[in-house]
């Protein structure tokens, strides 16, 4: 029995094999890094950190994407900036920063609000966002991964008749 | 069938994480059904990166879709729509490859966008 289990190198050889098989799974997992970057990048200016700013604050109101999230306006007519309920508590309180000058650089992790400077952190809503998109970006790799075999070579078989050339 | 229930499942839980996001786990399911349509136009040849071609399509397509939309392009939720289309990868290749199931493949997707859309404006 033991002389049938596959040694180091050959289980080597045989998962260059199987990766050779799949360029698939390689697209797919560049495919799930996009994806968390997306994400990544878009929950990041909730934070204030990526943003450069140097204007005054007009007023701060609810986000219609739940209570978590505040939108920031700002004097100047810059548009929006949507931020996490944490960092608008950071910063003081939608009262305390109405009408306040506000200075930061970019990814810097603090801010000037008035004559306060104050440090900006990563909240735990970030971090509870970050946890359910990569749990379910995780769980679609692992399905696709454990795809069955028989059904890969069923595919090859299929792809070969459409195409009408011979596997290499 | 296991990619519609892994999809559902994914929008439960999203929706049970965040009580407040109807639209997380509508772009989740939309992401999946927009997933499924994308693999059934790709031609043959490309069944095997179907699955990252039909995320990569879903990420932009979802972006155009939120700028529209909203006025600005909120990565975030974009990424969702991503994830749900990772979560319908096995289907995609298969329904790439063509066979009976392929029309209803491409049903389920049409569903699916329905209804993300659904849940995205009917809050």
């Known amino acids: ?168 | 069938m296991a990619d519609v229930v892994a999809v559902a499942v994914a929008a439960v839980v999203v929706q049970l994480v965040f009580r407040q996001r109807v639209d997380l786990p509508a772009h989740v399911v939309a992401g999946g059904g927009g997933a499924l349509v994308v693999a059934v136009l790709v031609p043959r040849a490309l069944h095997r990166v179907v699955a990252a071609v039909a995320v990569v399509v879903v990420l932009v397509v979802a972006a155009v879709i939120e700028a529209a939309e909203v006025g600005l392009t909120d990565l975030g939720d974009v990424a969702f729509s991503g994830a749900g289309a990772l979560l319908v990868a096995r289907s995609a290749e298969e329904a790439c490859l063509g066979g009976r199931r392929r029309g209803l493949v491409a049903a389920v997707g049409v569903v699916g966008l329905v209804v993300g859309f659904g849940l995205r404006h009917g809050r």
């Open chain 1, 1 to 168: 029995m033991g002389a049938d289990r596959p040694t180091g190198g050959r289980r080597r050889v045989a998962s260059r094999r199987v990766a050779s098989r799949r360029p698939g799974a390689r697209a797919l997992l560049v495919a799930a890094l996009l994806t968390l970057g997306c994400g990544t990048a878009g929950v990041l200016p909730l934070t204030l950190i990526p943003v450069a700013i140097d204007d005054q604050v007009r007023w701060t109101t609810p986000s219609v994407d739940g209570p978590a999230i505040r939108l920031l306006f700002l004097e100047e007519d810059r548009g929006t900036f949507p931020l996490y309920r944490d960092t608008v508590a950071r910063l003081g309180g939608p009262d305390a920063v109405r009408g306040q000058p506000i200075h930061k650089d970019a990814w810097s992790t603090t801010v000037r609000v008035g004559d306060r400077s104050v440090a900006l952190g990563l909240p735990g809503e970030l971090w509870r966002f970050l946890a359910a998109l990569g749990a379910i970006v995780v769980v679609a790799l692992v399905r696709h991964r454990r795809r069955p075999p028989d059904r890969e070579a069923a595919d090859d078989q299929s792809a070969r008749a459409t195409s009408g050339r011979p596997s290499a």
